[in-house]
């Protein structure tokens, strides 16, 4: 049913990431028409529009927070739509919108005490302000409401890992191992972490495990490591290599 609500709302998201601004407006508008009935719009509607204005850099932000908070004000609980409210005052005004968006992610986990990824939010929003002390703080409150939530992991691993503080970054990234799936971005992350604490013999092993497994598709970044191991090993054929 190519005429269905959300998936008008797809293909305007699709419409944004081609910078077809105007196209994806006609397609949001048509969904929300399709979707309103005598209660008014679809708050899920709504709030998909809303997503996809956030993630898309074409994205009307403010477009974006005119729809989620009509949502929101439909839907008052739902989580969601009270994270991507949070994100969209974030973007619409960079640097100002971050007591709107605190207020968005708190009241996220007012509704839903579980909610680890609205902690993850308000991270970000005080890394961006470069306040270390509530980043650690959330970041912890994250793991603390859902011990499986792998991101929360990932972001103290790399917490520690810049501040020098290698086992207890080396425990987050067990951690994070512990609740994702294995694959050459985690065997990457160990080997970068052996780089960090020297162990360069550890470094090359799993840097080269990462070339093995993801072939011609394999990061610069990962060669930039094994570059750097065999420097520092003395290995230097190896390095320009």
Same mark, same amino acid.
């Given at each position: 049913?190519?005429?269905? *609500?959300?998936?008008?709302?797809?293909?305007?998201?699709?419409?944004?990431?081609?910078?077809?601004?105007?196209?994806?407006?006609?397609?949001?508008?048509?969904?929300?028409? /399709?979707?309103?009935?005598?209660?008014? *719009?679809?708050?899920?509607?709504?709030?998909?529009?809303?997503?996809?204005?956030?993630?898309?850099?074409?994205?009307?932000?403010?477009?974006?927070?005119?729809?989620?908070?009509?949502? =929101?004000?439909?839907?008052?609980?739902?989580?969601?739509?009270?994270?991507?409210?949070?994100? &969209?005052?974030?973007? &619409?005004?960079?640097?100002?919108?971050?007591?709107?968006?605190?207020? =968005?992610?708190?009241?996220?986990?007012?509704?839903?005490?579980?909610?680890?990824?609205?902690?993850?939010?308000? /991270?970000?929003?005080?890394?961006?302000?470069?306040?270390?002390?509530?980043?650690?703080?959330?970041?912890?409150? /994250?793991?603390?409401?859902?011990? +499986?939530?792998?991101?929360?992991? #990932?972001?103290?691993?790399?917490?520690?890992?810049?501040?020098?503080?290698?086992?207890?970054?080396?425990?987050?990234? +067990?951690? #994070?191992?512990?609740?994702?799936?294995?694959?050459?971005? +985690?065997?990457?992350?160990?080997?970068?972490?052996?780089?960090?604490?020297?162990?360069? +013999?550890?470094?090359?092993?799993?840097?080269?495990?990462?070339?093995? /497994?993801?072939?011609?598709?394999?990061? *610069?970044?990962?060669?930039?490591?094994?570059?750097? &191991?065999?420097?520092?090993?003395?290995? #230097?054929?190896?390095?320009?290599?």
């Amino acid at each position: 049913n190519g005429s269905a *609500p959300l998936i008008l709302v797809g293909l305007g998201h699709a419409d944004l990431h081609d910078n077809k601004t105007n196209d994806a407006r006609q397609k949001f508008e048509a969904a929300i028409t /399709a979707a309103t009935t005598k209660k008014g *719009p679809d708050p899920i509607v709504l709030s998909a529009i809303g997503r996809a204005n956030v993630d898309a850099k074409a994205g009307d932000f403010n477009y974006a927070i005119e729809k989620l908070a009509a949502a =929101s004000a439909k839907d008052e609980k739902n989580t969601e739509i009270l994270l991507q409210l949070g994100n &969209a005052h974030r973007k &619409a005004r960079p640097g100002e919108g971050g007591g709107e968006a605190f207020k =968005s992610y708190k009241k996220a986990l007012e509704m839903d005490p579980k909610f680890a990824v609205a902690d993850i939010r308000l /991270a970000k929003l005080f890394e961006s302000q470069r306040n270390w002390d509530f980043v650690l703080e959330f970041l912890t409150d /994250a793991v603390k409401r859902d011990p +499986t939530f792998a991101p929360a992991y #990932y972001e103290l691993f790399y917490y520690y890992f810049y501040r020098g503080k290698f086992p207890e970054a080396e425990a987050q990234l +067990t951690n #994070y191992i512990s609740n994702t799936d294995v694959n050459w971005e +985690t065997d990457y992350l160990q080997a970068q972490l052996s780089w960090a604490k020297k162990d360069f +013999t550890s470094a090359i092993a799993k840097g080269e495990g990462v070339i093995a /497994a993801t072939g011609d598709k394999t990061k *610069p970044k990962v060669y930039k490591l094994l570059a750097d &191991a065999s420097f520092q090993k003395g290995e #230097y054929a190896n390095a320009k290599k």
